[in-house]
């Protein structure tokens, strides 16, 4: 089983609002990432936990901002994002396979920011 | 920079023809290699990982991998009009981090 969940599937927000993501994994993985992906672009990774712990933050605006309260769950807070924030936001997290990290990918949630 | 460049499409290929992605990557350390395919509107799903040199298949889908040229490569036989779709190359640069190639779009005509 390499599920990985997502949700909500669709999330319309202001530019004043204050919202989650909420991204959860039951397969032990020990890593777990954040990508946004914008149309017809690859995934741009944002952030990686590994552990539990915070390991890579690509210079990603505090407006975003990752918790990991667990090592099933993975949240990203969103606050005060502009329009241009408007993306799919991608969950993953990574196990290894074979001696080598292997990545699987939630559904993603859907971001518009008015 | 580290960088992960594919050929660039959009692809054509016939219904039961083969089709050949190709992927090339800068950083010579790189250990793991996936291909990863991704439908519009959907999240990317893993379809072949490889990590040594040489060939490795999965049903219709060939993966090949040339640490020394540094070009990892997809072959899809007898493809489907169900293999429409963009497919990413991605390669673990350090212990967390994947970086993707800009994909590339993938028509099967029938």
């Known amino acids: 089983d390499t599920e990985v969940t997502q949700t909500p599937k669709h999330l319309v927000m202001g530019m004043t609002n204050k919202k989650s993501l909420k991204c959860e994994q039951h397969m032990g993985h020990r890593a777990m990432y954040w990508y946004k992906q914008k149309a017809k672009k690859p995934p741009e990774l944002m952030f990686v936990?590994?552990?539990?712990?915070?390991?890579i933050n690509e210079s990603v605006p505090s407006r975003f901002s990752p918790e990991c309260p667990n090592s099933s769950l993975l949240n990203l807070h969103l606050h005060a994002l502009q329009p241009e924030d408007s993306a799919l936001y991608l969950c993953?997290?990574?196990?290894?396979?074979?001696?080598?990290?292997?990545?699987?990918f939630g559904p993603g949630t859907r971001l518009l920011v008015l | 920079q580290k960088e992960v460049e594919q050929n660039s499409g959009p692809l054509s290929v016939p219904e039961g023809a083969i089709a050949s992605l190709n992927c090339t990557y800068s950083?010579?350390?790189?250990?793991?290699f996936f291909w990863y395919r991704q439908y519009s509107g959907k999240s990317p799903e893993l379809i072949m990982s490889i990590y040594s040199n040489g060939d490795k298949e999965d049903g219709r889908f060939t993966a090949q991998l040339n640490k020394a040229s540094q070009y990892v490569s997809l072959l899809i036989r007898d493809s489907q009009p169900s293999d429409s779709a963009t497919y990413l190359c991605?390669?673990?640069?350090?212990?967390?981090?994947?970086?993707f190639g800009p994909g590339t779009s993938l028509s099967v005509i029938p």
């Open positions: 993953a997290s990574s196990t290894l396979a074979g001696g080598f990290e292997t990545q699987y």
């Open positions: 936990y590994s552990y539990e712990k915070l390991s």
């Open positions: 991605a390669v673990q640069t350090s212990y967390d981090k994947v970086i």
């Open positions: 950083d010579r350390g790189s250990q793991s």
